[in-house]
Antibody
């Protein structure tokens, strides 16, 4: 059974870059879309973006974050990563990595990490 | 982006009750809709895809329906483990937006 685990600093200073890594265990990364989602207290999950593990690792980022986000993949380590630059207090949230499964019936987040809280503060 | 609204924002219910939650999309998404359950401090859990198909392992007391812009999630005979927040998610176009959620709590 596939499991995901986020890791990275829980505290980031304003204007710096938030960096998180998701380690995938129990299965292959091939053929799936690997995603980052965040959630603010009391709100629904919000998309950050995803990367496809096949081919050239195509990415798709939320338009509102596109200028600040980079998602990358290292299949040799079974990991994918998130970098969010120029963070502010408004980026304080719980960050999840997840596997996006796309079929002819749509795209759904079938497997989630446990989430990690990132606080932006000096 | 496709916007989703959910109603009610919260509902109080008792064990054994039948609960119906609603999700509305800002445009026609056919049956490309999923439902998730989230408990405090935990990641969301995927329940239903294609508006009405149960993910493996999800109890049959959960059911989904709808198409186009209006969807419902029904929980028959609510169990203690079902008290949680439920989110809908449109599955047709990135970003695959989520609704704001409906919290099901104890009456």
């Amino acid at each position: 059974q596939v499991q995901l685990q986020e890791s990275g600093p829980g505290l980031v200073k304003p204007s710096e870059t938030l960096s998180l890594t998701c380690t995938v265990s129990g299965g292959s990364m091939d053929s799936y879309y690997w995603s980052w989602i965040r959630q603010f207290p009391g709100k629904g999950p919000e998309w950050i973006g995803y990367i496809h593990a096949r081919g050239r690792g195509s990415t798709n980022y939320s338009p509102s974050l596109k200028s600040r986000v980079t998602i990358s993949l290292d299949t040799s380590k079974n990991q994918f990563s998130l970098k969010l630059s120029s963070v502010t207090a408004a980026d304080t949230a719980v960050y999840y990595c997840a596997r996006l499964d796309c079929t002819n019936q749509g795209c759904y987040l079938n497997v989630w990490g446990q989430g990690t809280t990132v606080t932006v503060s000096s | 982006d496709i916007q989703l609204t959910q109603s009610p924002s919260s509902v109080s219910a008792s064990v054994g009750d039948r609960v119906t939650l609603t999700c509305r999309a800002s445009q026609d998404i056919s049956t490309w809709l999923g439902w998730y359950q989230q408990k405090p401090g935990k990641a969301p859990k995927f329940l239903i895809y294609a508006a009405s198909s149960l993910q493996g392992g999800v109890p049959s007391r959960f059911s989904g329906s709808g198409s186009g812009t209006d969807f419902t999630l029904t929980i028959n005979s609510l169990q203690p483990e079902d008290f949680a927040t439920y989110y809908c998610q449109q599955a047709t176009r990135f970003p695959f937006t989520f609704g704001p959620g409906t919290k099901v709590d104890v009456k």
